[in-house]
């Protein structure tokens, strides 16, 4: 089994950057692709980025690209979301999740949730 936890969140200016953490526990994690998701205020979660068990492939969607990139870090159980150039429309609570079955960008193939952090970019 795997327990979440992000942090890291907070009130960044438009432009700005912010780097948000995932720390994971279980022995699952090294096996385990890594995601990224969102959920802006009065909207559905949507789908970030995501990482495979190795860090070797990662997806990020069209909305991020160029701007986020997710990594990880298997020796510290631990893997982030660097996010540059932010814009108002980045607010959300993002998630961090695990996929035990394989790389993806679905939330329905996710198997574990942290809680959340918020993100609030002011214009």
């Known amino acids: 089994q795997v327990q979440l936890v992000e942090s890291g969140g907070g009130l960044v200016q438009a432009g700005g950057s912010l780097r948000i953490l995932c720390d994971a526990s279980?022995?699952?994690?090294?096996?385990?692709?890594m995601g990224w998701f969102r959920q802006p205020p009065g909207k559905e979660r949507e789908f970030v980025a995501a990482i495979s068990w190795s860090g070797g492939d990662t997806y990020h969607a069209d909305s991020v690209k160029g701007r986020f990139t997710i990594s990880r870090d298997n020796g510290k159980n631990t893997v982030s979301l660097q996010m540059n150039n932010l814009k108002p429309e980045d607010t959300a609570v993002y998630y961090c999740?695990?996929?035990?079955?394989?790389?993806?960008?679905?939330?329905?193939?996710?198997?574990?949730w942290g809680q959340g952090t918020q993100v609030t970019v002011s214009s």
């Open positions: 999740a695990a996929a035990t079955k394989g790389l993806a960008y679905v939330a329905q193939l996710y198997d574990y």
């Open positions: 279980g022995v699952s994690f090294r096996s385990s692709a």
